[in-house]
């Protein structure tokens, strides 16, 4: 069965748009933990456990989907 592949420009969007929103869930309560009270810096445990999930996720899709073969280093 054929593999979907996405245009680089959409699989280069996709990448963005995951990367700025961990980024943000991440960077906006540790910014406003520097400036206002570090228990702010507790906002961020949320999002540093979907970016978590998303990672593991994400690692879990490419080990199953990654061919069997190029794995082992047979050739056809």
């Given amino acids: 069965m ?3 592949h996405r245009p680089p420009l959409a ?3 996709a990448w963005v748009g995951w990367h700025a929103l961990e980024l ?3 960077g906006l309560p540790l910014l406003a933990a520097a400036f206002i009270t570090e228990w702010l810096a ?3 445990v949320p999002g540093a456990l979907l970016w ?3 990672e593991i996720r994400a690692h879990r899709h490419r080990t199953r989907t990654a061919d069997p073969a190029a794995e082992e280093g047979e050739t056809a």
């Fill in 2 to 4: 054929p593999k979907r």
């Fill in 11 to 13: 699989a280069a969007g």
């Fill in 24 to 26: 943000t869930a991440l």
């Fill in 42 to 44: 507790l906002l961020a």
């Fill in 52 to 54: 978590a999930s998303q």
